[in-house]
């Protein structure tokens, strides 16, 4: 019974549901936040996305009459869920996650890719020109990410051994230099992120100027505000899971862990701010192109390298 | 109940999205709408972004004396939006016709199609008269009013 109630406190309040939505608050406040101060602004008060949120569950939804009801009205609460899920699995501060076993690194994975495919759903189902161009884009871009983020995020897991989240973060822990060797995966894994975040120069899926806001464009109302809350906690998640594989760092006391979880995924974040700050959108079809050419092979070269390091040398 | 109630209507004074809407303006009120968009005023201090779909806009803000070509697709664009929506027509021509007012494509003023919230005359409109605009249907939101006419 006291189990229960641990795992029951673990999944809807700390480190769950609860949590993973405040601080998707904050961390989409922050980001907006430095992309003003990147562009001279002043920026968003701190209360926004809440505010954002608020208003957007006050709103009426209109539920285009050619869209697929059932679909249409799912697809937010399967993004969400996805996500939320995908977050039970990478340890936060100490770790530990709240579940782990043998092999959660792929689901973390598929549950990654999930979002993506209920934004593409969501853009099909709803029948319009612009969410349907929205839609393909989502997933051509899926085409283009996934396999440099599949190999960057496996090649730190051959040198551990493992294919737990969990046991790679205590392993890099254990062995704090070893992180140095993963450098190169680190930046395409960043870069990747930064793609299926679907964030500039990546956002050719929502790009304003020319698809409207592609796939979410017949969205409004609460349904929107949850698909909002779940692109900013896929955004939570993305961070913490890049924290857990190539920021490992640990001082092995409980609150300063947890202090130095909110400084790693607050530094990751300037980097992915910065991106979308400093570069414009890219045609889709040189997105593909750039993760083809350059990134699969940074990635691939990766692998063969930590193979040669686990083979050889027996690290 | 009420606390919800209160804590939805907080968000929407708060966040007020924007789509801009051009219906047969001379481009000039349009200038001064992205003007206020940019880094020198800063919109989002006040948590007003610009948002490309209808469907995610709260304010309709709309330039022009109405013209018969574009009568049509305003009042389409008007029906895409989800309740609560407001409007607030920018420049003279907006508010009754201006110089166009009585010719034979023009219908007159927004109002003359759409219901309308706030009237910012001027030609062209500045910047700060947007931001008072919005200053304004603000207001009238805190005080519940919204829908109400309120002159800027």
Request: aromatic share 14%; glycine share 6%; charged share 15%.
């Amino acid at each position: 019974m006291l189990l229960f109630l641990e795992y029951i406190f673990k999944i809807f309040i700390f480190p769950g549901v609860l949590f993973l939505s405040v601080y998707s608050f904050v961390l989409e406040f922050t980001d907006r936040k430095l992309y003003a101060r990147m562009q001279s602004r002043v920026g968003p008060p701190w209360y926004q996305p809440l505010a954002d949120f608020l208003k957007l569950i006050g709103k009426n939804v209109i539920i285009p009459a050619d869209a697929n009801r059932f679909f249409f009205s799912i697809m937010p609460f399967v993004s969400l869920a996805a996500v939320t899920a995908g977050f039970m699995y990478v340890p936060l501060f100490g770790t530990s996650a709240v579940f782990s076993f043998r092999g959660d690194l792929i689901i973390v994975l598929y549950f990654l890719a999930i979002p993506p495919l209920a934004g593409f759903l969501a853009g099909w189902y709803s029948r319009g020109v612009y969410a349907t161009i929205g839609a393909t884009r989502i997933l051509t871009q899926m085409f283009a990410y996934e396999v440099p983020l599949f190999i960057s995020l496996l090649a730190p897991a051959l040198i551990a051994d493992t294919w737990s989240v969990s046991e790679i973060t205590a392993f890099y822990a254990a062995h704090p230099l070893y992180t140095l060797i993963n450098l190169p995966c680190a930046l395409t894994a960043l870069i990747a992120f930064q793609c299926k975040l679907e964030r500039a120069p990546f956002d050719s899926p929502e790009a304003e100027t020319e698809v409207v806001s592609g796939a979410l464009v017949e969205y409004s109302g609460r349904l929107l505000a949850f698909f909002n809350m779940a692109h900013s906690c896929e955004l939570v998640l993305v961070v913490s899971l890049f924290a857990a594989i190539y920021l490992p760092f640990m001082t092995g006391i409980i609150w300063l862990d947890f202090l130095l979880y909110f400084v790693k995924t607050l530094f990751i974040l300037v980097f992915l701010t910065l991106m979308r700050a400093s570069m414009a959108r890219v045609v889709i079809n040189r997105v593909i192109t750039f993760f083809w050419t350059f990134l699969s092979p940074v990635a691939l070269g990766q692998i063969i390298l930590n193979l040669l390091l686990r083979g050889v040398l027996h690290i | 109940m009420r606390m919800i109630k209160k804590a939805i209507t907080w968000g929407t004074v708060k966040s007020p999205w924007i789509i801009h809407f051009n219906a047969g303006a001379c481009n000039g009120c349009d200038i001064e709408v992205l003007d206020a968009l940019t880094p020198r005023y800063d919109l989002e201090r006040v948590g007003i972004l610009k948002q490309g779909s209808p469907r995610h806009a709260d304010v309709l803000i709309c330039t022009g004396a109405v013209t018969l070509q574009t009568r049509d697709r305003l009042i389409q664009i008007y029906d895409q939006m989800s309740h609560p929506k407001f409007v607030i027509a920018i420049g003279t021509c907006a508010c009754t016709g201006g110089i166009f007012d009585d010719c034979y494509c023009v219908t007159g003023g927004i109002d003359s199609v759409i219901p309308v919230d706030v009237y910012i005359p001027g030609c062209a409109v500045r910047p700060e008269s947007i931001l008072r605009a919005v200053d304004t249907l603000i207001a009238g939101l805190q005080e519940k009013k919204g829908g109400e006419h309120h002159e800027a």
